[in-house]
T-cell receptor
Framework: KNEVEQSPQNLTAQEGEFITINCSYSVGISALHWLQQHPGGGIVSLFMLSSGKKKHGRLIATINIQEKHSSLHITASHPRDSAVYICAVRNSGGSNYKLTFGKGTLLTVNP | DAGVIQSPRHEVTEMGQEVTLRCKPISGHNSLFWYRQTMMRGLELLIYFNNNVPIDDSGMPEDRFSAKMPNASFSTLKIQPSEPRDSAVYFC??????????FGPGTRLLVL
């Protein structure tokens, strides 16, 4: 069973700040996902990573397979980025569908 | 496409009552997941269907929970009898053969 830990649990920032959310896992993985859950409750997939780095607009996700660690960065943060960000992993050698989720990081960006 | 559709969006019921949650996956998606989200445990997989067949129900907490997928466009999750500890948000998600899962808006269940 993979343990997925996210830090920080809560993060408050001012508009324009650079944000970093971290995710660590304990067992080798095939893929890592970053998800976003807005206050209304809907969950949206942001990134899927198996190595390296991906960028989409102001969001950047990186992964270090050797260190079992991933980061989600938000540049020039905006109040509309306020949401819960969830890291999820799919174990290597395991099923091709099962994800283990972190408990999420609640981000609040103040204007 | 309309995305994954779930109903009801909110449900308040009394302990002991039967609760039925419904999900319509995205057309063409052959995998369907039911998840439960609580503050304490986060998101947990309850059951996974592939091509309408239950593949993994190891996350179903107990016999009070059951799920069906009678066809490719409809699934139900039933709790009978419901208990206060079942209060949570229940999500349905679907996908094709790729990695990305598409989540429905969730059903917020409160059992009094």
């Amino acid at each position: 069973k993979n343990e997925v830990e996210q830090s920080p649990q809560n993060l408050t920032a001012q508009e324009g700040e650079f944000i970093t959310i971290n995710c660590s896992y304990s067992v080798g993985i095939s893929a890592l996902h970053w998800l976003q859950q807005h206050p209304g409750g809907g969950i949206v997939s942001l990134f899927m990573l198996s190595s390296g780095k991906k960028k989409h607009g102001r969001l950047i996700a990186t992964i270090n397979i050797q260190e079992k660690h991933s980061s989600l960065h938000i540049t020039a943060s905006h109040p509309r980025d306020s949401a819960v960000y969830i890291c999820a992993v799919r174990n290597s050698g395991g099923s091709n569908y099962k994800l283990t989720f972190g408990k999420g990081t609640l981000l609040t960006v103040n204007p | 496409d309309a995305g994954v559709i779930q109903s009801p969006r909110h449900e308040v019921t009394e302990m002991g009552q039967e609760v039925t949650l419904r999900c319509k996956p995205i057309s063409g998606h052959n995998s369907l997941f039911w998840y439960r989200q609580t503050m304490m445990r986060g998101l947990e997989l309850l059951i996974y269907f592939n091509n309408n067949v239950p593949i993994d129900d190891s996350g179903m907490p107990e016999d009070r929970f059951s799920a069906k997928m009678p066809n490719a466009s409809f699934s139900t999750l039933k709790i009978q009898p419901s208990e206060p500890r079942d209060s949570a948000v229940y999500f349905c998600a679907s996908k094709t053969g790729g990695e990305t899962q598409y989540f429905g808006p969730g059903t917020r269940l409160l059992v009094l």
